[in-house]
């Protein structure tokens, strides 16, 4: 992101020390700790993550009993989530969200809902706004997902592989031949989906003046000095912006339209999407959309991609923009479990789902100064085994992928559990807090 015309990491910010000095704010009050909490009726526990016909499809399906085995309490996830309603010794200044919905589904069937404090809290300055102003958590807000839409774009590139019409193996300049750099001719698809390719994390395409001229930025983005392509894990945004091009290029559709065509709607998840200003009526505007900043020179954010490079191609990339609810996220992490299928529907092969969960960087060099614990193990599109945000669920098969708005998607296949957790961590100011210790607490509560 950009700081008085300075480009600065985000996450570097809070690690760096720098929150006071951008965007700075006096604490509020301790949040009111309203919370929801899904525990029978329509769409709570028991309910099975497959189409039944109802409004969001996979994501709210009819009620059914409990089954072993037995479900977390919701008792323990809802203390973790209010723990952090609140400042926490983590982070002391500030709450870490102003509200939070967590989803806990085993064999596919919902077992715990938890939602808490607000969707809404704060108008544009920010000024807290009054309490009959707020608008409540639910546990079918709709949330921008921010980086789980990473997941998304590798789901699309991976149908093309099934189809035959892309090859991992094969330079990306040979679909794309506008991918020019010095380097760039060894990078692979598949180093774009494992984040090896060498690219940076973000993309320079402010002050450009239109969408072909931002693609062309994407595409002619240099790698990091000294990168060699397939040696070294970096996060890369721009590989996925990448990848997403070369849906739109192999699909003939644009990338939202192609998620839609491909994935959400043979799925039935009617609340996931990009632009949801654009298909949700305005009473599920005004009840359901979770809102993100509100101290920015662009207002309030609530259904505009608060990433800012997203924003500017238009809300729609590969590595940003698509929103959702806890229940639809649930099913696609079902539909990997699942090995490519969920509620009877196959989007892709069982071969590729698990290539696309194996480990493609094993003894890989990891690099991210943000976050030095971290390690390289990461699959298509995935990442692997990652404590300091899986906690005690992390494990050599465990996956997901966690999103800079306080998104987050785990999986542990051994448990045949699918953790959900969506907060609102950048509301009203992202340098708040850091999102990993409710992360980890989240996951030790299941």
């Given at each position: ?160 592989v099934d189809q035959g019409k892309v090859d991992l193996a094969a330079p990306v300049v040979s679909y794309l031949p506008e991918f020019t750099g010095t380097g760039k001719a060894a990078v692979t698809v598949e180093m774009l989906l494992t984040h090896t390719s060498g690219l940076p994390v973000g993309a320079k395409v402010t002050g450009l003046s239109s969408d072909a001229a931002r693609r062309a930025a994407v595409l002619a983005t240099p790698l990091v000095s000294g990168a060699v392509p397939g040696n070294t894990f970096r996060y890369s945004s721009v590989g996925l912006m990448v990848a997403a091009f070369l849906v739109e290029k192999l699909t003939g559709q644009t990338l939202d339209a192609a998620l839609k065509t491909e994935v959400t709607g ?181």
């Amino acid at each position: 992101m950009t700081i008085g015309g300075v480009s600065v990491s985000r996450r570097s910010v809070i690690t760096g020390g720098l929150a006071a000095a951008v965007g700075a704010l006096t604490a509020c009050a301790e949040p009111a700790r309203t919370q929801w909490t899904q525990t029978g009726g329509a769409g709570g526990v028991g309910t099975p993550l497959t189409g039944t016909g109802g409004r969001a499809g996979l994501g709210q399906p009819t009620l059914g009993p409990p089954t072993s085995p037995k479900p977390a309490p919701a008792t323990r996830l809802t203390t973790a989530l209010n723990t952090y309603l609140r400042p926490t010794p983590e982070n002391p200044d500030h709450p870490t969200y102003a509200g939070a919905v967590a989803l806990v589904s085993i064999d596919g069937t919902v077992r715990t809902q938890v939602a808490v404090g607000d969707a809404l809290r704060y108008k544009a300055g920010p000024v807290e706004l009054p309490a009959a102003q707020r608008v409540k958590m639910r546990t079918d807000s709709i949330f921008d997902l921010a980086s789980l839409t990473k997941v998304y774009t590798s789901i699309l590139l991976l149908r093309q592989v099934d189809q035959g019409k892309v090859d991992l193996a094969a330079p990306v300049v040979s679909y794309l031949p506008e991918f020019t750099g010095t380097g760039k001719a060894a990078v692979t698809v598949e180093m774009l989906l494992t984040h090896t390719s060498g690219l940076p994390v973000g993309a320079k395409v402010t002050g450009l003046s239109s969408d072909a001229a931002r693609r062309a930025a994407v595409l002619a983005t240099p790698l990091v000095s000294g990168a060699v392509p397939g040696n070294t894990f970096r996060y890369s945004s721009v590989g996925l912006m990448v990848a997403a091009f070369l849906v739109e290029k192999l699909t003939g559709q644009t990338l939202d339209a192609a998620l839609k065509t491909e994935v959400t709607g043979p799925l039935g998840l009617r609340d996931t999407g990009f632009k949801p200003l654009t298909w949700l009526s305005q009473a599920d505007q005004a009840a359901r959309l979770v809102a993100t900043d509100a101290r920015t020179s662009r207002g309030l954010l609530r259904g505009t991609v608060h990433d800012d490079v997203a924003n500017i191609m238009g809300g729609v990339a590969g590595s940003a923009g698509v929103f959702g609810t806890a229940a639809d996220v649930a099913a696609i992490g079902h539909l990997l479990l699942n090995g490519g299928t969920v509620g009877g529907k196959r989007i892709l092969s069982q071969a590729i789902v698990t290539r696309m969960l194996t480990n493609a960087n094993k003894g890989k060099p990891a690099v991210d100064p943000e976050r030095p614990q971290r390690t390289a193990d990461h699959g298509l599109g995935v990442v692997l085994d990652q404590p300091w945000f899986m906690g005690r669920l992390s494990g050599p098969r465990t996956f997901g992928h966690t999103g800079f708005t306080g998104t987050s998607l785990l999986v542990n296949p051994d448990k045949k559990l699918v953790l959900v957790l969506l907060t609102n961590r950048a509301h009203p100011n992202w340098s708040w807090a850091d999102p990993d210790p409710a992360r980890v607490a989240v996951a030790n509560a299941v």
